[in-house]
């Protein structure tokens, strides 16, 4: 058994389109969206409706938007930790100028930008004095919790205004709501970026091997110090949304949704390696994380069973295709 | 290199000098040896985890599920005593270690067979561990009412002036040290991190040397299962929430490279001991408690700044120029 990096290799032949499009590991989690999607049809009557629909998708689009930003970090080879600990220290800041007075568009503007500076500090500890981004993100996530519980303390912010509410709480039309819409609107901005785009490839090449990538020409530093800033501003916009759906902050808040952001990554598709993944896969996971958690919601089972489901799904979708292989390989 | 742990070690000795000088300064009482000897017996558990981790981080791997683990062990271990007091304590003990030792197992197994990522399997476990606790004990607690007097007090029985928790702290540090510096396995862990190629040329099994350092971290999450529940009295499902981060902060402050293949006992052990003598310090010199979490991490941070500038490898510097843009 020798260690997982040595053997990962680029294809010299890309398979037929038709037969990679209905093998592909995209194809397999339509699948399981599906296969969940009706299990909880038969198993609530509640579930078919489109006001359930919709509150279903509150349930994952604040996490899928940091995994969006998340995915092309760990395709790059390097991880964020902190995501939670930079809502909560945007949502804290959020709080404080809304005591000095802070109206709608102010708000938004700290929120978003706490993130920016947040992913920054993180991009320039990995990339400019050349640390494990790891133990950095580890260090960071203390931090940047830690700062929110040292303005907060037990205490907590509410009060925000009606309109600030509605970044959370609004409808676009009838039942898509903002966060749907802004969901979906960034998936295409990351697909188009990171399918389209030679900053994507760069992503890939930096991933798939970092000194050839610099041998290239590409500047290594430079890219995974943006994406850093990316899933900052990926967390900020979250701090928005999530602070404006519950009205209130404490500095507990968005607990664990580090894991579940990457659990979205890793399910869909994306090597915690680097190197690999595609966007359609993680918005799929995002997917299929929501309608197990909700399916199981209406179900009444509690929150802390749920996650047995979430880390059990991450475990056995990357062990099925390794078994598979395995299998495949003995036959 | 040698030398430069043992340098690490007297540096972060030397900073946990610095804060009890301090400290000590504005309240004399704070270095009594009484006192002393109290935050060592607070930190005893948090160092046999992070020397459990240490093992797991040597080899390159990560283990995010040890304090899902100890509360798993924890609950199960609390609901043996209530269910059944007659059992003794000796007894429910070593089957801590050996239900621990099992999960660590799982982990390991995962790691070694089917050559998943660590981080995603311990991910993963960290949330199934956790989840279970609630499963079996369905939410409510055990309370110290429903443990017997044995269990809670075995810990605090004084033995040479010490209480028996801090023995089981020197107990497993001295075996660690006998693991790490004495022992094939123990050479195995550090080579492995080194560089996993070359330790498969000298006939290294990688995989299963992985799988025996989550079965150790495993064994000693649930040893401090027991220990934590006997502790603070108290079984339920918050148990030790989030605490896989403390223990793995407690190794980075002691010297361990995330990169695998450096760090010591006696670096880990101090790692633990600064951290415990921080958050001791904390309510002595009238800082509000919720400074802790932000200092743990400022911790960190500047632990990793030291510890890079020490191990940075030499191969790298090749590409120094071309990147100098």
Known sequence: MTDTSLHRSLPDRLDKPLKSAVLSWESLLVLVALGIFILNSFASPYFLNAWSLSDLTFNFTEKALIALAMALLIISGEIDLSVASIIALASTMMGLALQYGADTPVLVMVGIGVGIVCGAFNGFLVTGLKLPSIVVTIGTMSLFRGIAFIVLGDQSFKGYPKSFSWFGQGYVWWVISFELVLFLVCAVIYWVLLHRTNFGRRIFAIGNNDVAARFSGVRVERIKFILFCLTGLMSGMAAVLLTARLGSTRPSIAEGFELEAITMVVLGGVSILGGAGSILGVVLAAVIVGLVTFGLGLLNVPGIVMTIFTGSLLIVVIALPILFRMWRQRA | ?325
Not at chain 2, 82 to 102: E, N, Q, T
Not at chain 2, 243 to 271: F, Q, R, W
């Open chain 2, 1 to 325: 290199m040698n030398r430069l742990l043992k340098h690490r070690e007297i540096f972060l000795f030397l900073a946990i000098l610095l804060v009890l000088v301090l400290v000590t300064a504005r309240f004399p009482r704070f270095a009594q040896p009484g006192n002393l000897l109290t935050i060592f017996n607070d930190t005893s558990i948090l160092m046999m985890l992070a020397l459990g981790q240490m093992a797991v981080i040597l080899t390159r791997s990560i283990d995010l599920s040890m304090a899902s683990n100890l509360a798993l062990t924890g609950m199960i271990v609390a609901m043996t005593n209530a269910a059944f007091p007659g059992v003794p304590i000796p007894l429910l003990i070593a089957g801590c270690v050996v239900v621990g030792a099992a999960l660590g197992a799982f982990n390991g197994i995962l790691v070694w067979k089917l050559d998943i990522p660590p981080i995603v399997v311990t991910l993963g476990t960290l949330t199934i561990f956790r989840g279970l606790v609630f499963v079996i004990s369905g939410g409510a607690w055990v309370n110290a009412a429903q443990m017997s007097p044995d269990f809670i007090g075995l810990q605090r029985a004084v033995f040479l002036g010490l209480p028996l928790l801090s023995w089981f702290a020197i107990v497993v540090a001295l075996l660690f040290w006998v693991l790490m510096t004495r022992t094939p396995l123990g050479r195995a862990l550090y080579a492995i991190g080194v560089n996993p190629t070359a330790s498969v040329y000298t006939g290294i099994d990688v995989g299963r040397t992985k799988f025996y350092a989550f079965v150790i971290s495993g064994a000693v999450a649930g040893l401090c299962g027991y220990l934590w529940i006997s502790r603070y009295v108290i079984a339920s499902v918050e148990v030790a929430g989030g605490y896989e981060l403390t223990i793995i902060a407690a190794c980075v402050i002691g010297g361990v490279s995330i990169a695998g293949g450096i760090g010591s006992v006696g670096g880990v052990l101090l790692g633990a001991i600064f951290l415990g003598v921080i958050n001791n310090a904390l309510p002595v010199i009238n800082i509000s408690p919720f400074w802790q979490m932000a200092i743990s991490g400022a911790a960190i941070l500047l632990a990793v700044v030291l510890n890079a500038r020490g191990e940075r490898r030499k191969g790298r510097v090749i590409l120094k120029t071309a990147e100098g843009v």
